[in-house]
């Protein structure tokens, strides 16, 4: 039997299988709205059989975004294509799942086919906030650091986000923790230099997260589960470490998270990065491991047995896929029928549903 095509339940909400529709921007949005793409994208990998899709990172906040074509949650008007979107995936059997965000100092920079530049303000960009005033690299403008009055605001915009996401008829958040986005950025020492209860030591560093959590929790009911996704180690000395996540995981875990998403890297230009096959799978493994917390596993997974070999090995719970979803909508269909497993076709494809016999 596929482990791959066992069901996984987090508190109320049952997954059908463990393969996820890993979080990415689609930079096709307009003041923060999805549109038909978002609705054709999305809605193909859940006829495609994902048994989660998590939007791409949505922006609590305006200055938030990455790009000024990212998708938003910040105002009531979003909400309503945003749940077009989850009731679609709802019919289809797929577990509808945000990933909100806050992109700190790495805002305001242009798509990547405008070219990925910071994005001055004449030309419709913005200010871009932070822990401290370390701008990502030195060609970049400084960031400007968050007051303690902006950290707060950054916990309400979160916190208000959460109730629209349950509004629109999510079931899964995701908190952007991870590739050098705000939250990361208090996280790391290479880019939270704060002297303040927000930055120095461990405890301060993730004070953010922390109570980032804490505003979500009280407002996302407790049959729903809520994901961190971390970038588990900086793959920079005196960045963050493997280490800290155990012990962030550890607490989150206390504070209401069921999942962490272990990805790795981001938030400094020039760590060194072993990129391969599963390369970031050990951080799911480890976070597992030593802290009893379910994980999910993403990073060039791209074959069937692969993702097999994750799940039934104990190394992550979930397996999350970005390029490959990109490539083959229907990567778990097409998965099921290779490993084995007998699972449900949309009734308007079953014809074309292999049988073992053809
Ligand atoms: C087009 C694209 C957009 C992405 N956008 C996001 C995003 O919004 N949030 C996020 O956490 N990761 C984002 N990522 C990273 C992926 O979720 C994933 O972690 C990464 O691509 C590694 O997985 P893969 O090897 O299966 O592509 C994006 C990746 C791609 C290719």
Same mark, same amino acid.
């Given at each position: 039997?596929?482990?791959?095509?066992?069901?996984?339940?987090?508190? @109320?909400?049952?997954?059908?299988?463990?393969?996820?529709?890993?979080?990415?921007?689609?930079?096709?949005?307009?003041?923060?709205?999805?549109?038909?793409?978002?609705?054709?994208?999305? @809605?193909?990998?859940?006829?495609?059989?994902?048994?989660?899709?998590?939007?791409?990172?949505?922006?609590?906040?305006?200055?938030?975004?990455?790009?000024?074509?990212?998708?938003?949650?910040?105002?009531?008007?979003?909400?309503?294509?945003?749940?077009?979107?989850?009731?679609?995936?709802?019919?289809?059997?797929?577990?509808?799942?945000?990933?909100?965000?806050?992109?700190?100092?790495?805002?305001?920079?242009?798509?990547?086919?405008?070219?990925?530049?910071?994005?001055?303000?004449?030309?419709?960009?913005?200010?871009?906030?932070?822990?401290?005033?370390?701008?990502?690299?030195?060609?970049?403008?400084?960031?400007?650091?968050?007051? /303690?009055?902006?950290?707060?605001?950054?916990?309400?915009?979160?916190?208000?986000?959460?109730?629209?996401?349950?509004?629109?008829?999510?079931?899964?958040?995701?908190?952007?923790?991870?590739?050098?986005?705000?939250?990361?950025?208090?996280?790391?020492? /290479?880019?939270?230099?704060?002297?303040?209860?927000?930055?120095?030591?461990?405890?301060?560093?993730?004070?953010?997260?922390?109570?980032?959590?804490?505003?979500?929790?009280?407002?996302?009911?407790?049959?729903?589960?809520?994901?961190?996704?971390?970038?588990?180690?900086?793959?920079?000395?005196?960045?963050?470490?493997?280490?800290?996540?155990?012990?962030?995981?550890?607490?989150?875990?206390?504070?209401?998270?069921?999942?962490?998403?272990?990805?790795?890297?981001?938030?400094?230009?020039?760590?060194?990065?072993?990129?391969?096959?599963?390369?970031?799978?050990?951080?799911?493994?480890?976070?597992?491991?030593?802290? @009893?917390?379910?994980?999910?596993?993403?990073? /060039?997974?791209?074959?069937?047995?692969?993702?097999?070999?994750?799940?039934?090995? @104990?190394?992550?719970? /979930?397996?999350?896929?970005?390029?490959?979803?990109?490539?083959?909508?229907?990567?778990?269909?097409?998965?099921?029928?290779?490993?084995?497993?007998?699972?449900?076709?949309?009734?308007?494809?079953?014809?074309?549903?292999?049988?073992?016999?053809?």
């Amino acid at each position: 039997m596929a482990q791959l095509f066992t069901p996984f339940t987090l508190r @109320g909400i049952t997954f059908k299988n463990r393969l996820v529709v890993s979080p990415m921007c689609q930079y096709s949005a307009e003041d923060g709205f999805t549109n038909d793409w978002h609705f054709v994208h999305l @809605g193909s990998r859940a006829v495609g059989g994902a048994s989660l899709i998590i939007l791409e990172a949505t922006a609590v906040s305006p200055e938030g975004r990455i790009t000024p074509d990212d998708i938003g949650i910040w105002k009531e008007e979003h909400v309503p294509g945003l749940r077009r979107i989850a009731d679609f995936l709802k019919e289809h059997a797929c577990v509808p799942g945000i990933q909100l965000a806050h992109a700190g100092r790495k805002a305001s920079h242009a798509s990547p086919w405008k070219g990925g530049e910071v994005v001055p303000a004449t030309e419709g960009g913005w200010e871009t906030v932070a822990p401290s005033a370390v701008p990502f690299t030195e060609a970049e403008p400084a960031p400007q650091e968050l007051s /303690l009055a902006g950290v707060q605001q950054v916990v309400d915009d979160f916190r208000t986000a959460a109730q629209r996401t349950l509004d629109a008829g999510f079931e899964v958040i995701e908190l952007h923790g991870a590739h050098g986005y705000l939250l990361h950025e208090f996280l790391s020492p /290479l880019s939270n230099k704060r002297q303040d209860q927000y930055g120095g030591s461990f405890e301060n560093r993730i004070r953010l997260l922390v109570e980032v959590v804490e505003a979500t929790r009280t407002v996302w009911p407790e049959h729903l589960p809520l994901f961190v996704r971390i970038s588990a180690t900086d793959w920079t000395e005196g960045g963050w470490t493997a280490e800290e996540s155990v012990a962030l995981a550890t607490i989150l875990k206390d504070k209401g998270v069921d999942l962490i998403d272990c990805s790795t890297g981001g938030n400094v230009p020039a760590a060194q990065i072993p990129v391969g096959p599963s390369y970031q799978v050990p951080f799911a493994e480890q976070v597992k491991r030593e802290t @009893g917390l379910p994980t999910g596993a993403v990073g /060039l997974i791209t074959s069937p047995e692969q993702a097999e070999e994750i799940v039934a090995s @104990g190394q992550a719970d /979930l397996v999350l896929l970005a390029r490959e979803s990109l490539r083959n909508p229907y990567f778990p269909l097409r998965a099921a029928h290779k490993l084995g497993a007998d699972v449900a076709w949309p009734d308007q494809y079953e014809r074309a549903k292999p049988r073992k016999h053809h």
